[in-house]
């Protein structure tokens, strides 16, 4: 036989490659100051606390952290994060956490689970690129939430309900958002809430950079505001190690089941070993200490890129200063197209991750995003120099605007 | 609001609670001797390897090992696939190898990318109910594929291509498959790979038990026989740990990059921890000194529960010797029924699993799945002293046939 046997499934035609690994294939270049990827800083990886606690495992619970393991996770790990969530105003059960191989599988089963083909679901603009990912293989389609400054504004509610009957949810990072790094406000989040209510939709909270604020915690969760209308995804990967592969779900106790039947059927469960390493690392406090370090880090790193912005970009350029997480959102100057000028900026020694690459539909051209966790302050001032040069050429050879 | 906003996908009405999980709830009692379970033997488990395994990563990789990874797997562990699936009479490239968090994750890959609504998956009866259960969320109709001692038979697919054209592929477990313990001869293969090929049906083949031979190693793999049109599955759990939860894919080349999406979609990436931990047990020729010490083991219980049920079962009961892997499957006399004795079992002191809880369809209730695995030969021998028992009274009991 020559032709094929395969036949590939309908959904195979939404997943893509990841637009964001294509352009890491570009920018990862010898000698080019990235401010493109997404990865905590490896200098803040507890390095003796996890072999302390590896070695901790595996001489009390070798048998155990070796063996199967029940789906829903290790239940002191569980009860941990029930606590955890006490102290951002949500009150649950053990019975409502499932451990996770990261957050990024807690979004593929909320996909599985709710997603169905041609059912909307709203996201924000910008949005992070993997949870596209996630849900696309379950074919929904993709309602663009309307966005400002603090994130998802309340009257998209109004227009989900209006515009696209039968949302399954609405996918929403309050804190500290990949790639905008925006926050929102207590305030918002009551209006977002009581909109989302109103409309009948209900919210999957995604929540990676909460804890990596700099000068005052986020306000109370979604979640916290509407238990019972919220699923809620967490992770350890920016606050210990993204290497172990380990978040969790907080879900209403009508959805547990059928999340915890999808987990099963998709890995039968997440790596014991992992979890009982991580519990070790945690459970006497350790993250109440280490959590600040690295706040301390990245707020002195969002300074510097902070201050090099201003410096080094040309004038039309926008930003926010980020109150915590990882990531500038800058829009550049009018006339700019950040994809376009990649190629240029690599050439240069500088990568980012140009904006279009997180919106599910009309992409704005003009937004780049700078990561200022992976390089040093010394360095990330080297690379916005180099990137102000770059812009300011491209602007002086841009045809200029008829007066 | 006191309606819920919730709307679950019209798939989660095919995810459903594993029937084997309800059954455990019911065997796992104190004083319980389990032949029900599916677990390797915690005694196999190379704890002092993998220490000093965690200690060697930790120590000269550990930046690497705790940050995000690729999504492909790690490099050495991919060439070590190669290289083991060359002794499988295989020749691959390392990009056609796909790490997955064990190979559960591999069957819902494969399901992701192949299974539609409405169309057939040829499977065997009985079958592994995992891959039923992964397959299950992407709503094929499941095909019972015709099949003997021997495994599938390769009328079957002549039956798939009258009866079921537009096949997706057809999922077998060639070497001492769960729950029959049944192994594939060459010729059988031969014969099977011909019969597919000519139907234009692919083949699943999942192969967890595959280096767990007692006296000779089981017959050149399916995916040797027709590499386009085969996906290979191949595990960790059983030779090493499956606490740390990692298989592989073996693709074609065609296949390979809608897989590699789905992966990435699914978690991101395999624990890269997990992969470079195991890669320092295994690089050095590991497993080919451990690997005989778990046969001589599993060997050993085999002997001591094929003995045992020689002496102890009623005169009717029937069963082939395995050759491999973990389990005997014993068919009772006829007028029993497995899941009806079960409480009366587990009453008496001894569990198993009803053979019902393997088949897709048309269920053989006088079927039981014993693990030889978990128990010492001196417990197995009590274990089928006590199922003896209880099968001769439930005979006693049972209406006497008129003569």
């Known amino acids: 036989m020559s032709a094929s046997p395969w036949i590939q499934a309908r959904r195979t035609a939404r997943m893509n490659p990841s637009l964001i690994r294509e352009i890491l294939k570009i920018t990862d270049r010898p000698g080019v100051l990235s401010l493109a990827g997404g990865l905590p800083s490896a200098d803040t990886f507890p390095i003796e606390a996890i072999q302390a606690a590896c070695d901790r495992v595996l001489s009390t619970q070798a048998r155990e952290a070796l063996q199967y393991a ?33 957050s990024q599988q807690g979004l593929d089963l909320v996909g599985k689970v709710m997603c169905e083909a041609g059912a909307p679901v709203g996201v924000e603009t910008p949005t992070y690129l993997g949870a596209l990912q996630a849900f696309n293989p379950y074919e929904p389609i993709f309602k663009s939430l ?88 967490g992770s350890f990967s920016k606050v210990l190690t993204p ?26 469960h997440t790596p014991g070993f ?40 040309p004038q039309g350029s926008e930003w926010l200063e980020p109150q915590g997480g990882m990531f500038f959102w800058v829009r550049l100057p009018e006339g700019l197209d950040a994809m376009a000028l990649l190629e240029t900026a690599v050439a240069a020694g500088v990568a980012y991750v140009p904006g279009a690459a997180f919106f599910a539909h009309q992409a704005d051209v003009r937004s780049v995003r700078l990561s200022y966790v992976t390089l040093t302050p010394e360095r990330i001032r080297e690379a916005v120099a180099i990137l102000g040069r770059v812009l300011h050429a491209a602007l002086d050879q841009a045809p200029q605007p008829t007066p």
Do not use: C
């Open 70 to 102: 029940p789906s829903e996770g290790f239940a002191p790990l569980r009860d941990w994060v029930v606590a955890k969530m006490a102290g951002l105003g949500l009150n649950i059960s053990a019975s409502q956490v499932l451990v996770t191989n990261g």
């Open 274 to 313: 992992n979890q009982r390493v991580v519990y070790e690392v945690i459970k006497d406090g350790f993250l109440d200490r280490h959590i600040p370090e690295i706040r301390a880090r990245y707020k002195a790193n969002r300074d510097a890129m902070a201050e090099a912005l201003r410096q080094h970009l």
């Open 243 to 268: 290497g172990f592969r380990l978040g969790y779900v907080v879900a209403p106790t009508e959805l547990y089941p059928k999340l915890l039947q999808a987990k099963q059927a998709a890995d039968l």
């Open 146 to 233: 309307a966005s400002d400054h603090e994130g998802v504004r309340p009257e998209a509610f109004t227009a989900l309900e209006r515009e696209a009957p039968g949302t399954r949810f609405a996918y929403v990072l309050p804190n500290f958002q990949n790639p905008t790094g925006r926050v929102m406000s207590a305030q918002r989040r009551d209006e977002v809430v009581a909109a989302a209510q109103a409309a009948g939709v209900p919210l999957v909270e995604d929540n990676p950079y909460g804890d990596l604020w700099f000068d005052a915690p986020p306000a109370a969760s979604l979640a916290s505001r509407w238990p019972a209308g919220t699923v809620y995804l």
